[in-house]
C-alpha cells in the first residue's frame, strides 16, 4: 500500500505571494492532518480533516487554509507569504480521527525569501 | 537533510547499549500517546503507542512506559543501532482531539 505523499517536495516563494501544497492519503484514509514544523517551534499543528470537513484547527492566522476533497486528498494554502512561514509541512493520514495513529508524508519544504 | 531542531536535547549512546528517551506531558487527560521517529530528510515514522489504560507496551526491540501519576512517558530501544539515530517526538492526545507533539530528543549512536 503506498505511503502518504506530499507535492511538492521543495518550494521557493517571494514574499507576498501565495502557496498551494498538496497531500494524498493513504488509500482507505479518512482523515488529513498538517503541521508546520521549524527548528525552533517543532512540529505545530495547522489543521485536520475529515470527511472533507474541518475538524480541528490551531493557532495560525487565516492566511493558512486548506482543504479536503471527496477522494480524501488535501491541500493547504498560505496566502501573502512571510518570511517567517518557511518550514517543512507536514501532511499525515490516520483511518479514522486523527488521534489514531498518523502515517506522516515526506513534507514539503517551503523557502520564502 | 533538512535540520529538524537546531537545539533539542541530545542522548548519546554506544551501538549496543540500551536507550531511554523521556518525554513528559502536560495534559491529565490525555489518554493516548504515540512515539515518532524522525531521521533527516524525513517525515515523522510511527515506532509504538499506548492508551491510558496500559502502563507499559513492547514492540521489536522498543517499550513505552506511561505513568500517570507523574505525567511520564518513556522510550526505550533495546541493542541500540546505528540506524536507530534520529530525533524521537512523544505526542499526546485526549479523546478525539489532535495529537499534541513534544519538542524531541536526538538520539545519537556512536559505533
Known amino acids: 500500500k503506498a505511503g502518504v505523499t506530499q507535492t511538492p517536495r521543495y518550494l521557493i516563494k517571494t514574499r507576498g505571494q501565495q502557496v498551494t501544497l498538496s497531500c494524498s492519503p493513504i488509500?482507505?484514509?479518512?482523515?488529513v492532518s498538517w503541521y508546520q514544523q521549524t527548528p525552533g517551534q517543532g512540529l505545530q499543528f495547522l489543521f485536520e480533516?475529515?470527511?472533507?470537513?474541518?475538524?480541528n484547527k490551531g493557532n495560525f492566522p487565516g492566511r493558512f487554509s486548506g482543504r479536503q476533497f471527496s477522494n480524501s486528498r488535501s491541500e493547504m494554502n498560505v496566502s501573502t507569504l512571510e518570511l517567517g512561514d518557511s518550514a517543512l509541512y507536514l501532511c499525515?493520514?490516520?483511518?479514522?480521527?486523527?488521534?489514531?495513529?498518523?502515517?506522516f508524508g515526506p513534507g514539503t519544504r517551503l523557502t520564502v525569501t | 537533510g533538512e535540520s529538524v531542531g537546531l537545539h533539542l536535547p541530545t542522548l548519546s549512546v554506544q551501538e549496543g547499549d540500551n536507550s531511554i528517551i523521556n518525554c513528559a506531558y502536560s495534559?491529565?487527560?490525555?489518554?493516548?500517546f504515540i512515539w515518532y521517529k524522525q531521521e533527516s530528510g524525513k517525515g515523522p515514522q510511527f515506532i509504538i503507542d499506548?492508551?491510558?489504560?496500559?502502563d507499559k507496551r513492547q514492540g521489536q526491540r522498543v517499550t513505552v512506559l506511561l505513568n500517570k501519576t507523574v505525567k511520564h512517558l518513556s522510550l526505550q530501544i533495546a541493542a541500540t543501532q546505528p540506524g536507530d539515530s534520529a530525533v524521537y517526538f512523544c505526542?499526546?492526545?485526549?479523546?478525539?482531539?489532535?495529537?499534541?507533539f513534544g519538542t524531541g530528543t536526538r538520539l545519537q549512536v556512536f559505533p
Open positions: 488509500s482507505g484514509h479518512r482523515s
Open positions: 505526542a499526546e492526545s485526549s479523546g478525539t482531539d489532535k495529537l499534541i
Open positions: 480533516y475529515f470527511s472533507e470537513t474541518q475538524r
Open positions: 499506548i492508551r491510558s489504560n496500559m
Open positions: 499525515a493520514s490516520s483511518p479514522g480521527l486523527a488521534a489514531d495513529e498518523q502515517y
Open positions: 495534559n491529565s487527560a490525555s489518554d493516548y
